[in-house]
């Protein structure tokens, strides 16, 4: 078995020992055999934490931009040069084939030279106003964050956070996943050897309600920043909302794909399935509603079953696979319970569809057709690889289907119509469009929700919005 690192909790600049803590096991999920274990932080280590990201924040605001620039563009550095090693470690924990695990590492190491630079520019203003009074704007860091991240992008999620939180000054204290803490404590390593200063970065792991509680309570903290699924997201927002604090939601969604009839069924086809199956499915813009114009539908789906029948399913480890395990035997509950019902209620599954008959949380790339719309997966995030394809015969009715949901994350459509593509981005209800390709995110341009899918944007100039706060100064010279 390849070599899993012992965990650590970082606090104030320092590696905690495991040895004394209670801990949790950490499960490879193609063997689901335990390879390691992740210690949980006590309420003494949370308390340490905030000191230390209190005191990392009076460090690092006054830290000259050129020198935090220097450490952070030093840690992108060591984020690049250790991706294959990250990359390995989250294939043990996560699943995700070898070259993606390694892919998310090298490009979440672009993501942080994109915020180092961009928070370089986060210009205030200087307004006209009366002699003898200068009037300004200036954006100023909003202090300690309390960030919360979840398993599905070990390395990308986090450092989403953490590269726009540090850039922008402030200092954090990260609860990343208990399933994929290896790969969070081997970014946090990077930062550190960077020379980053003692409590700018604290990482730790606990038990989810306890440790955001805490954090989210203490008048150290001035911004939540979560990144998981809906009922978690409003239970912090509810909480941070009791002590008037910020946050930031990136939480779930069930992208429609729209097919129109004008468009090319197996193109459409094969990028809307490259997409679907991308980590199993489990994806916040995975796409995962597909509703096809019925002059296609048969030659989309037909195309949709050759993709997803080249499609290689095994250990991450192994340089064949393409698509590896479920994360976690809830996502496999999910993909077992969701088949069931559309089967029961009377879709037609296509290929897929069940567990293969092995040890891992392997579920089959599954492809249902004749899917009644009122199933529970037209209407419940899969989060695995599952693809529900509904006819459609009018576009508005296929929009209506599309907005019928509470969540409006990520969207896709297929034409080869301008006027059918403006109607699409008009009238989609979702904070990310995707017209003729089914394109992941990139750092240049903002990702986020509306509706139930949160609120804030990660990506982009406009992800330092929420960790600036804009203060005004009147001076009047006297
Ligand atoms: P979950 O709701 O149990 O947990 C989601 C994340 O929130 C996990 O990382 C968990 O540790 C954390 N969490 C849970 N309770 C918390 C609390 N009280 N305080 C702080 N953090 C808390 O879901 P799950 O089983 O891990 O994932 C299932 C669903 O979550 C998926 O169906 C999907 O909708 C959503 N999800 C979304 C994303 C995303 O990128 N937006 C990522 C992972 C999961």
Known sequence: MSSYPTVRLHIGGEWRDPGTKESAPVINPATEETIGTVPLATTADLDDALEAARQGFETWRATPVATRTEILHRAAGLITERAPEIGRVMTLEQGKPLKEAAGEAKRTADTLRWHIEDARRAYGRTIPSAPGTILSVRREPIGPVAAFVPWNFPVGGPNRKISTALAAGCSMIIKASEETPATAAALVACYVDAGLPPGVLNLVFGEPAAVSAQLIASPVVRLVAFTGSVPVGKLLAATAGEVMKPTLMELGGHAPVIVCADADPVQAARRAARAKFFNAGQVCTSPSRFLVHSSLYEDFAAAFVKATEEIVVGDGLDPATTMGPLANERRLAAAERLTADAVRRGATVRTGGLRPDRAGYFFAPTVLTDV???????????????????????????????????????????????????KLSAELEAGILSINHCGGSVHEAP?????????????GPEALDSYLVTKRVAHQLS
Do not use: C, H, W
């Not at 459609?392 to 019928?404: G, H, I, K, T």
């Not at 990702?447 to 990506?459: F, L």
């Open 372 to 422: 009644p719309r009122d199933v529970l997966i037209m209407s419940e995030e899969p989060f695995a690889p599952l693809a529900p394809i509904v006819p459609f015969d009018d576009l508005d009715d296929a929009l209506e289907l599309a907005n019928s949901l509470p969540f409006g994350l990520a969207a896709y459509g297929f034409t080869q119509s301008a006027a059918t593509a403006e």
């Open 447 to 459: 990702s986020g929700g509306v509706k139930d899918s949160g609120y804030g944007r990660e990506g």
